[in-house]
Structure formats: structure tokens, C-alpha cells
């Protein structure tokens, strides 16, 4: 084992040479920009494969997908900057720089979900359904693109002795994000300091592939449009407020020093099941009348 190793200790599985890139013909592709790529093909296959099958226009997504996807890098890299400004006030330029990393996913998914809108009153097409059509490819992207953060050792989370703990050379991550608890328990193989840490980027990918699950499920069974855009939200929200607790790379609120993400899951998560709540409430008196 070497620094480019990955270690699952109490699941009996080592990754030897995994590596942050690959090189073709001379040019340097990360696997992270690799992994993002294939999550964003795959959703929007997604996407105009729902579109198809429920007879809407296909074009009409592809159209959408293709400046959601802009409009979402865009709406990543704003959010990030925004809440690390300490970091590129002294150097503008580097705002520009997304290859030297700094993309938050939940910049993407509210630039995402402002352009949708926008292109649903432009088009004048029901929100709701787009939402609806949307989301599952959403989470397809989701799913894969934390894998991107699996191989760049990055976003994972404090020190934690559990099952599915993940071991990583310590001078293969960046070292403010390494928490003092990791340090005390840190150990040493073949000349190697290793730490121990929360792998959140398998449990959010894990807990959005159950929502995905869910979410498919529930299409024969939504009562309105956009509940399920709505249940992602919610359920989305929920699992990311409890996963950023996990985070030691959080991206804080100025001033009350609360960690962004997980306030505005809860705000969504919150504000997304009461609609459900109040919209089945109201098809229901309807449905009595």
C-alpha cells in the first residue's frame, strides 16, 4: 500500500492506485471532470427517456437539459465562491479558475431549478411536470458525481471507527480539512500516516439512489404535478442536512457560523413537505365536493 491507496478497514477491502487522473495523448483528463461528464450523460438520458415514455416533447428537454447543465456549473461555482469570499478577494481571478476546484451542489441545484422555471414561463409549460421529469435524472447526476469526490479524496467527513469507515493517506487530502480526533487516532502502515474518516460522499450517493428508487416508485402515484419534484426536495433535504454534519470542509453562514447547506436543507426539506401537505389536503376537499 501507498499514498494512492484507499482503505475500507472493517469491510476487508484496499484500493491500491487510485489515482486523480489520467493522461491522453498528453493531456491531463481528472477523473472527477470524468466522473461529472458520465453522471450528466446518463441523467439526461434519463430525462428524455421519462419524456418519451409519458409523451411529452423530447427536444423541448434536450433544449432544457443543455442550459440547465450551464446555467447549473455556473450556479455551483457562484455559490462557492460566495460563501468562501475570504479565499478569492485578494485574488479575482481565481473566481474563474473551476479547475483548481470549488464547486458547492447546491449552487448548481437552485441555478437549476431558477432556470427551469424561467424556461417553463418563457415556454408557457406546466413547472410542476418539468420538476417532475427532471428530478430523476437530477439524482442520476448526483448519484455518480460523488464518486468524483471519491477519487480527489475530498469532502469527507470527521473521524469515525464504524463499518463503513474509510482510511486515506494523510498527505492525500488537504490538511485544514483533517479534524483533530482524526489526528489523535491517526495510524501508520508500510511508513504511511493514515486517517480514518466518514466516507459521506458513498452515503449521500447511497441515500440518493434510495430517494431515485423512491421517487420513480411514486411517478404512478403522485396526485399533482410536481410532487415529486416536491419529494425530492424533501427527501433530498433531509439526507443532506444529516450528512453535512458529518462534512469538516462545511461552507459556513457569515456572522452566525452555521453550516449553509444543511440550514438550507432544512428550510427546504421543511417549506417542500408542507406544500405536499397542503396540496393533497386541498385535492382531497376537492374530491368530496
Not at 416533447?57 to 465562491?81: F, P
Not at 475570504?86 to 451542489?105: C, M, P, V
Not at 471519491?150 to 485544514?176: I, S, W
Request: glycine share 12%.
Amino acid at each position: 500500500m501507498n499514498e494512492t491507496s484507499i482503505l475500507f478497514p472493517h469491510l476487508g477491502i484496499t484500493l491500491e492506485h487510485i489515482g486523480k487522473s489520467v493522461t491522453v495523448f498528453g493531456f491531463e483528463i481528472a477523473y472527477y471532470g470524468i466522473v461529472i461528464a458520465l453522471g450528466m450523460l446518463c441523467g439526461v438520458s434519463l430525462i428524455l427517456y421519462l419524456a418519451r415514455k409519458s409523451g411529452q416533447n423530447e427536444d423541448q428537454y434536450l433544449d432544457l437539459c443543455l442550459l440547465t447543465l450551464v446555467c447549473s456549473v455556473i450556479g455551483a461555482r457562484v455559490y462557492y465562491v460566495v460563501f468562501s469570499w475570504e479565499d478569492y478577494k485578494g485574488n479575482l481571478l481565481e473566481i474563474f479558475n473551476i479547475r483548481g476546484g470549488g464547486l458547492a451542489i447546491y449552487g448548481g441545484v437552485l441555478a437549476g431549478i431558477l432556470t427551469v422555471w424561467i424556461y417553463s414561463r418563457r415556454k408557457k409549460l406546466n413547472f410542476g411536470l418539468l420538476g417532475d421529469t427532471v428530478v430523476p435524472g437530477l439524482l442520476v447526476g448526483q448519484i455518480m458525481g460523488r464518486w468524483g469526490n471519491f477519487f480527489n479524496r475530498e469532502a469527507f467527513g470527521k473521524y469515525t471507527d464504524n463499518l463503513f469507515a474509510m482510511a486515506l493517506p494523510r498527505e492525500a487530502v488537504r490538511q485544514g480539512e483533517i479534524t483533530a480526533e482524526a489526528l489523535e487516532h491517526m495510524y501508520v502502515i508500510d511508513g504511511v500516516e493514515w486517517i480514518q474518516v466518514h466516507p459521506t460522499f458513498l452515503y449521500e450517493s447511497l441515500w440518493n439512489l434510495a430517494l431515485l428508487i423512491l421517487i420513480l416508485w411514486y411517478g404512478k402515484r403522485k396526485k399533482f404535478d410536481g410532487e415529486q419534484f416536491l419529494l425530492y426536495l424533501t427527501g433530498y433535504g433531509l439526507g443532506r442536512a444529516w450528512i453535512e454534519g458529518f462534512r469538516t470542509d462545511q461552507l459556513l453562514l457569515p456572522a452566525v457560523g452555521l453550516p449553509v447547506s444543511q440550514v438550507l436543507s432544512v428550510v427546504l426539506a421543511a417549506g417542500s413537505l408542507i406544500i405536499i401537505t397542503i396540496k393533497r389536503i386541498q385535492r382531497k376537499e376537492r374530491t368530496k365536493k
